[in-house]
């Protein structure tokens, strides 16, 4: 029930295209995030979501908060090759807990 | 400002040497974290501390491993002995208090043991 399943697990696209990811979980929560991992590096924090329904922006990424609180999606528009990486949906173990559990991440490809 | 510092951030050893994993945190954060990433089970929290205390160490695979916290700035994770299963990338994080949910990582520390 504490585990986040993300899909899809990977993903190659063509520069420009826009893309979608998924997190979900039986499990309610009170917060969802959204981090990126580039190659060599250590995750990134994108998005972080606070209420049911929220829908959030940051440039080209929109991330919403799923009504239900068991599910979130991100989005990138007109993608480029710096996208390339892993990207995380996480959320925290508890009401104002600093645990993060994550999602085994969707590994996203940009083709030029 | 500086961010996470681990070091080193490659290491090669062979089974049953001892492994010391370093990490030094933003200043000012009061919480830090220890991860360990594999491609099977993906980022796993290992241990947290609060203002250098060990707050839940539940996922610290066993006794082989252990984390330590002496000061504000430096934390250590020691692996002794280690074994191939080891292998992996071991990332500390820091956050402060009025930041739930956004932790800073470090560049990770990718351990191989033979």
């Known amino acids: 029930g504490q585990q986040l399943n993300q899909s899809p697990q990977s993903m190659f696209i063509q520069e420009g295209e826009d893309v979608s990811m998924n997190c979900t979980s039986s499990?309610?929560?009170?917060?969802w995030l959204w981090y990126k991992q580039d190659p060599g590096e250590g995750p990134v924090l994108l998005i972080a979501?606070?209420?049911?329904?929220e829908l959030t922006s940051n440039g080209r990424l929109t991330a919403q908060f799923g009504i239900t609180r068991k599910d979130s999606f991100l989005n990138i528009s007109a993608s480029i090759p710096s996208d390339v990486g892993i990207y995380f949906c996480?959320?925290?173990?508890?009401?104002?807990?600093?645990?993060?559990?994550f999602g085994k991440g969707t590994k996203l490809s940009v083709i030029p | 400002d500086a961010g996470v510092i681990q070091s080193p951030r490659h290491e090669v050893t062979e089974m049953g040497q001892e492994v010391t994993l370093r990490c030094k945190p933003i200043?000012?954060?009061?919480?830090l974290f220890w991860y360990r990433q594999t491609m099977m089970r993906g980022l796993e929290l290992l241990i947290y501390?609060?203002?250098?205390?060990?707050?839940?160490d539940s996922g610290m695979p066993e006794d082989r491993f252990s984390a330590k916290m002496p000061n504000a700035s430096f934390s250590t994770l020691k692996i002794q002995p280690s074994e191939p299963r080891d292998s992996a990338v071991y990332f500390c994080?820091?956050?402060?208090?009025?930041?739930?949910?956004?932790?800073?990582f470090g560049e990770g520390s990718r351990l191989t043991v033979l």
């Open positions: 994080a820091s956050t402060r208090d009025r930041d739930v949910g956004e932790l800073f």
């Open positions: 499990s309610i929560f009170n917060t």
């Open positions: 979501l606070y209420k049911a329904g």
């Open positions: 996480a959320r925290t173990r508890g009401a104002g807990s600093y645990q993060l559990t």
């Open positions: 200043s000012g954060h009061d919480y």
């Open positions: 501390f609060n203002n250098n205390v060990p707050i839940d």
